[in-house]
T-cell receptor
């Protein structure tokens, strides 16, 4: 079974803090993704990566950056957290373009 | 803009009945279709993948794909209270490359004991 592990289940941060969300997958998948999910808005793609050191903006990249130094690890960075970034963050991976996504358990981030 | 539409519900179904969830998509060239189940506060869990027209069955779940009409559906037979969740439809649209997965906003299903 594919395992996608997100480092934190719950996080509480203050406005202006730099926040790191870590994600690791154990199936040697090429593609990795970061989504956020908010009530009424569904899943929205923030960034994705199709290879080590490669990254592409998704639909809502503003206020975020990412890092993929190793194939198994994809990090989401909030440079200066704001209250409108309070959300559920979901990491996912897949092995090819037509394959399904496999999600981690999610990180519920609260910015106060 | 490639879109995936689902009725948000809630869809209420008595225990033991068949639950029918529907999804339409805008891109005629879409290639791959997925159903995810999401319990409240949890992450989406893949329950079905379908790639060609027709039906695909897995236990109590059947996915149906009709590319000509651009819809995909999920049937849940012998519905159980544990099936109560939000069901997300996801579509890999044509030319989407590495990012080409679009999600619907989900249908909230309630199975009444």
């Amino acid at each position: 079974d594919v395992k996608v592990t997100q480092s934190s289940r719950y996080l509480v941060k203050r406005t202006g803090e730099k926040v790191f969300l870590e994600c690791v997958q154990d199936m040697d998948h090429e593609n990795m993704f970061w989504y956020r999910q908010d009530p009424g808005l569904g899943l929205r793609l923030i960034y994705f990566s199709y290879d080590v050191k490669m990254k592409e903006k998704g639909d809502i990249p503003e206020g975020y950056s990412v890092s993929r130094e190793k194939k198994e690890r994809f990090s989401l960075i909030l440079e200066s957290a704001s209250t409108n970034q309070t959300s559920m963050y979901l990491c996912a991976s897949r092995d090819s373009n037509n394959s399904p996504l496999h999600f981690g358990n999610g990180t519920r981030l609260t910015v106060t | 803009q490639k879109e995936v539409e689902q009725n948000s519900g809630p869809l209420s179904v008595p225990e033991g009945a068949i639950a029918s969830l529907n999804c339409t998509y805008s891109d005629r060239g879409s290639q791959s279709f997925f159903w995810y189940r999401q319990y409240s506060g949890k992450s989406p869990e893949l329950i079905m993948s379908i790639y060609s027209n027709g039906d695909k069955e897995d236990g109590r779940f059947t996915a149906q794909l009709n590319k000509a009409s651009q819809y995909v559906s999920l049937l849940i037979r012998d519905s159980q209270p544990s099936d109560s969740a939000t069901y997300l439809c996801a579509v890999h649209h044509s030319g989407g490359g590495a990012d080409g997965l679009t999600f619907g906003k989900g249908t909230h299903l309630i199975i009444q004991p």
